[in-house]
């Protein structure tokens, strides 16, 4: 059969899309009688079969499983998606802090920076600016987010971080996407300030890293310097920063376009750490957690 039921992400996914190891991971199991499927590959074919295969239920499920319509396989697929985006962002903080590649000083400099960023006026201006730029994308912020994916995994497969996978990548970029739509909304804009935190001591602490180094000193050091005063500096040391920051272009030779200015770069730069910190979270183990704690 072509279709099978993800119980991990509630929702009917095609076999071609699968590597074998995903139908362990994502719990494949059959439409029909639920039963337990994997991937077998046929003359170039992608399906999925039972393990026991009996020719009566494979013959019933193969049937049952194919007269799905396209209409019934959007809507469990949305439900299934609208059930996870709420069940996301209600999980935000703890997925954060639970992240598998932080470690637990990470979390206390995190929750300390927040405590001082979310009372200044310099952040709170960025999280509206976001905030306002994910509204405008129309529906583009799959595309977005795969982008910035692709220069976060090249970063990560260095250091062996990367989903094995590209189903595994694939979900991870779409529930990223999933996740930036919600904080476009107003009830989104909490867990948007949460996560654009964490964006900010990321990019913060990378950009310090590359300026000591002497690395790609056009971009670091600039923009180290107006973090480190946003979040450290006293605020007319912050204002005049992000005043700066706001009102000067870049000089000509640092970057290919012309006409860039600082603000656009750090905005790109600062969505981009946004995406990686949701790349990072682990939606299928918080998944795992909930079907375990449901029954």
């Known amino acids: 059969m072509k279709h099978g039921y993800s119980n991990i992400l509630g929702e009917l996914v095609l076999a071609d899309v699968l590597d074998y190891g995903d139908c362990e991971d994502f719990q494949i199991v059959c439409p029909n009688c639920r039963e337990p499927l994997f991937k077998r590959i046929r003359s170039e074919t992608h399906y999925f079969a039972h393990y026991q295969e009996s020719k009566s239920l494979h013959s019933e499920c193969e049937l049952r499983v194919r007269n799905f319509t ?60 976001i905030s306002d730029w994910l509204r405008r994308q129309d529906g583009n912020l799959l595309a977005l987010t795969r982008e910035h994916a692709a220069s976060v995994y090249e970063r990560w497969e260095r250091v062996s971080f990367a989903p094995k996978t590209t189903f595994s990548r694939e979900q991870q970029e779409r529930a990223a996407a999933d996740m930036l739509m919600t904080f476009a909304t107003p009830l989104g804009r909490q ?38 005063a946003v979040l450290n500096g006293p605020d007319a040391s912050a204002a005049a920063s992000h005043h700066w920051l706001l009102t000067s272009p870049m000089p000509k030779g640092l970057h290919p376009q012309q006409n860039v200015t600082w603000s656009a770069i750090f905005l790109n730069q600062l969505t981009e750490s946004l995406v990686e910190a949701l790349l990072m979270l682990d939606y299928m183990g918080s998944l795992r957690k909930r079907a375990r704690t449901a029954h």
């Open 70 to 129: 396209a209409s019934d396989i959007d809507a469990k697929t949305a439900f299934a998606r609208d059930q996870r985006l709420r069940y996301f962002l209600e999980q935000t903080t703890v997925l954060l802090r639970e992240c598998p590649f932080r470690n637990p000083e990470d979390v206390i400099v995190r929750e300390t920076a927040f405590r001082r960023l979310r009372r200044t006026p310099e952040f709170r201006w960025w999280a509206q600016t």
């Open 191 to 228: 867990a948007l300030d949460k996560a654009l935190n964490t964006a900010w001591v990321d990019l913060s602490l990378v950009t310090g890293d590359m300026a000591q180094r002497g690395a790609s000193v056009g971009f670091s050091g600039p923009i180290s310097d107006y973090m480190r």
